[in-house]
T-cell receptor
């Protein structure tokens, strides 16, 4: 069974700090990796996708992928209270997309 | 607005009833999905349709039946509702079966 593991948190960081969210996956053949943000009572929103090893930056967000270690992470720089949400890691091998259980991030002003 | 929309947003019903949830996307995507998110926030795929054809049917009771009248619509019908069906149901669409875009969700409560 394909699995995606995340620390459920909550992860608390002070405003302005770097938040680091981690995810591991079991299927070595996985090809595509995504981070979704879900505010309480809302739907998941795609914030980052990454397909090859290394870093991908988009504004304050950086996704990092290490396929050899089966590890993907999301860094949020200059964390803001508005970043407080649950972050879902999702991994695609053939089909379907498999989600982790999410990490709850709390940014404290 | 271009989006994935679902109706209704909230659905409260009694055990044993039959209910439907509707989903429409105007993003021009070929693939649509139904997901269930339980009380522990675990998001799990139920069905996937590509151009009106069922391509994924995860382990879901056959009380759940998806129907896709065209590639912009994917409805979910649930027969004989049970307490354990209470959850948030999300519709999603995808242009190439990769990145997925979610609707606002339908919160189903079975009493």
């Amino acid at each position: 069974q394909k699995e995606v593991e995340q620390n459920s948190g909550p992860l608390s960081v002070p405003e302005g700090a770097i938040a680091s969210l981690n995810c591991t996956y079991s299927d070595r053949g996985s090809q595509s990796f995504f981070w979704y943000r879900q505010y309480s009572g809302k739907s998941p929103e795609l914030i980052m996708s990454i397909y090859s090893n290394g870093d991908k930056e988009d504004g304050r967000f950086t996704a990092q992928l290490n396929k050899a270690s089966q590890y993907v992470s999301l860094l949020i720089r200059d964390s803001q209270p508005s970043d407080s949400a649950t972050y879902l890691c999702a991994v695609l091998s053939n089909t379907p997309l498999v989600f982790g259980k999410g990490t709850r991030l709390s940014v404290i002003a | 607005d271009t989006a994935v929309s679902q109706t209704p947003k909230y659905l409260v019903t009694q055990m044993g009833n039959d209910k439907s949830i509707k989903c429409e996307q105007n993003l021009g995507h070929d693939t649509m999905y139904w997901y269930k998110q339980d009380s522990k926030k675990f998001l799990k795929i139920m069905f996937s349709y590509n151009n009106k054809e069922l391509i994924i049917n995860e382990t879901v009771p056959n009380r759940f039946s998806p129907k896709s009248p065209d590639k912009a619509h994917l409805n979910l019908h649930i027969n004989s509702l049970e307490l354990g069906d209470s959850a948030v149901y999300f519709c999603a669409s995808s242009p190439e079966g990769v990145e997925q875009y979610f609707g606002p969700g339908t919160r189903l409560t079975v009493t």
